[in-house]
């Protein structure tokens, strides 16, 4: 039951994040087209000149980055039959 509580949770979260991301990008598209300004296009200019962006994409590969050390476990040569031997 804890994985499928972790696997709806994941996937909401992914979903709250792709809705943001793209309203902002419709934001940033709409207010250079239409060369709007104001306090809040000029905050969503912000955000989509890059710099933010590039922030935030940096920062989660530093910090969520996934132990692939706990996914494949380290090999140590191979057999007589050619199969992987693992380091125990």
Excluded: A
């Amino acid at each position: 039951m804890r994985k499928v509580w972790y696997n709806l949770t994941m996937t909401f979260i992914s979903i709250l994040v792709c809705y943001l991301v793209g309203t902002l990008e419709v934001l940033g598209l709409i207010q250079s087209e239409l060369g709007l300004s104001g306090p809040i296009w000029d905050w969503v200019s912000l955000i989509n000149g890059g710099v933010w962006w590039g922030n935030i994409g940096l920062d989660n590969n530093i910090h969520f980055r996934p132990n692939l050390g706990d996914i494949s476990p380290p090999v140590q040569g191979r057999d007589r039959e050619g199969n992987q031997r693992r380091v125990d």
